[in-house]
């Protein structure tokens, strides 16, 4: 699937914007590096990318928490967001844009699609019945709820019933618009079973939504009566909007819109699917806007097996893991060992397993002690030979010129694990190459010209290993590169980054004439902790 706007070679992606109600969690962490991966794919390949995140601050949740605090909700969001941005630096994630719904020119933006949606015809007053779940910020049917009327995803958090006057979205005069949409573009929902529970629940009967609230003060006041406060949901996917609009330009839909909407890809989890996959998609159709080429909801991770939550006390806490563990090993674990779009699981245990055998062995080992023989074999030179003299059967290039193609495949259908295994692949197949060709052997039998060949091959493979790992783990993708003697940063982009896909990305590149790095290890073996 390749989501690039062909015509301006550009890709605008989204996570969610998260609630400030809380400090941000290992969910959102998840949602938001994988996003940084996907840019930084997209970047490396040459596109112009637009990574928006940011926070979601209003609402009856997030205004019952400032209240808990003893804070105005303005600035108990203006302390919460701020904490997001630094997670995302402790993580090394690279976004262009952070808006957060409580930004004044959202408000502009908020009002405009309102009342293109009113004129429509599409808003309308009535009465709302029903469970609500704060936590959610969503109505449940009864038959969702469990004992005691306790919400389905917030277990421990009681559904409130409310009877109330309400402004309602006309979400039921796009039911067949939308069938329609998910029938001509089978891409708009990913991975498939989320198209399928999408399609299933859509079929049922689409029911019209209600987009305010009264007795909430913490929002926009609808247009045109102040009595009542717009639907957190309803000003926060225009957020996406608002996030497009550069520093100094009005801020009018007609402004937002112009440079990157539609947006390619909105990375989001499975809970929040039906907003971005229905609800979403039908106000944009009833303002008479293009929609979003592709929302992928990926799965729910769990600790140790269970299930996470506070009131079990098992949660993970994202920044006390990045105190112990580096951004790159915690970028690598999830984004290799995890499915995206599957559910998946942390276990502290497997995780150092897995950077182990991985990083510190298959790839750190190799380069180490690949570069010692050069060192010992070559006189710290780089090997005198270059890809046109290795064979066409030497199974590193074979694999080597394979890869690119396979590993752009998986990037671009958000398979991070499969890309990652490709590229591991090429790198445990280096290790059998050099045990197999025994190059301290050929040296003592003076077969000196069969050992650069040998070296040069594996250095070259572990080169092409690191440039298309470093969407996912930048900072060794880069030390490796400097090892190589590449003045190269892979946490530039381009066109700073001057290493482009055509030469960088393919096999072959060294070539005797380069100057090799210090040689110095990439990843540091974790000892697992005393307590396991
Ligand atoms: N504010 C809304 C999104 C509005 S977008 C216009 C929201 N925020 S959230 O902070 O509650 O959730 C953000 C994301 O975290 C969601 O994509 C959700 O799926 C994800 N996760 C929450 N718990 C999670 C796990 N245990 N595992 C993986 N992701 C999970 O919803």
Redesign the pocket.
């Known amino acids: 699937m390749n989501l690039v706007d062909k015509r301006k070679n550009t890709f605008a992606l989204t996570t ?4 400030v109600n809380d400090l941000p ?4 962490a ?2 938001t590096m994988a996003a940084d991966v996907v840019a930084r794919y997209q970047r490396l390949v040459g596109n112009t990318v637009l990574l928006i995140t940011g926070t ?1 601050e209003h609402g009856q949740k997030i205004q019952r928490s400032a209240e808990g605090k003893g804070e105005s909700p303005q600035e108990f969001c203006d302390r919460m967001s701020a904490g997001f941005g630094s997670l995302w630096e402790f993580l090394d994630i690279k976004y262009d844009r952070f808006i957060r719904t409580t930004d004044s020119r959202h408000h502009g933006i908020v009002k405009e699609f309102f009342q293109r949606v009113q004129e429509k015809g599409d808003i309308y007053l009535g009465q709302q019945k029903g469970w609500y779940c704060v936590s959610c910020e969503e109505f449940k049917e009864e038959r969702e709820l469990l004992e005691g009327n306790l919400c389905p995803i917030h277990t421990n958090k009681k559904a409130e019933w409310r009877d109330e006057e309400n402004y309602f979205f006309r979400l039921s005069k796009y039911q067949n618009e939308l069938e329609q949409l998910y029938k001509s573009q089978p891409d708009f929902i990913q991975p498939l079973s989320r198209r399928n529970e999408v399609i299933k629940f859509v079929e049922q009967g689409l029911q019209d939504f209600s987009i305010s609230r009264v007795n909430v003060d913490w929002g926009f006041p609808v247009p045109g009566n102040d009595k009542h406060t717009l639907y957190v ?1 309803f000003d ?2 225009l ?2 909007i608002t996030a497009l609009l550069d520093a100094d330009v009005e801020p009018t839909l007609e402004n937002a819109l112009e440079k990157w909407w539609p947006i390619n890809l909105h990375l ?5 699917l039906r ?1 971005h996959a229905v609800y979403w998609p039908a106000m944009l159709m009833s303002a008479g806007l293009p929609l979003p080429k592709s929302v992928f909801g ?5 600790k140790d097996g269970h299930k ?1 939550g506070k009131t079990l006390g098992n949660t993970l806490d994202p920044f006390a893991l990045r105190e112990r563990y580096d951004a790159d090993a915690i970028r690598y674990y999830f984004l290799k060992e995890i499915e995206f779009g599957r559910d998946g699981d942390f276990n502290e245990i497997r995780f150092i397993k897995v950077l182990n055998a991985d990083l510190a062995n298959d790839l750190g080992n190799l380069l180490n002690r690949t570069l010692n023989m050069v060192k010992k074999y070559c006189g710290g030179k780089m090997p005198q030979v270059t890809s046109q003299y290795i064979s066409i059967e030497n199974p590193l290039k074979v694999i080597g010129l394979e890869l690119p193609d396979k590993i752009k495949l998986a990037y671009e259908a958000l398979a991070f694990n499969q890309a990652c295994e490709t590229i591991l692949s090429l790198v445990r197949a280096s290790n059998k190459f050099i045990d197999e060709q025994a190059p301290w052997s050929l040296y003592k039998q003076g077969q000196q010209e069969t050992v650069e060949k040998v070296l040069y091959a594996v250095l070259e493979s572990v080169r092409l290993a690191a440039y298309w790992l470093s969407p996912i783990i930048p900072n060794i993708s880069t030390d490796i590169y400097q090892q190589l003697g590449f003045d190269i940063n892979f946490n530039e982009s381009l066109p700073s980054l001057n290493a482009p896909v055509d030469t960088h990305g393919i096999w072959g590149l060294l070539t005797s004439e380069q100057t090799l790095g210090k040689a110095k290890p990439i990843f540091k073996r974790i000892e697992p902790p005393e307590s396991n």
């Open positions: 969610p914007l998260y609630y969690h290992i969910g959102s998840y949602t979601d949901w926060a996917l957020g996406y989001i989890g499975k809970d929040i907003f990926h799965g729910f991770l769990t996470m």
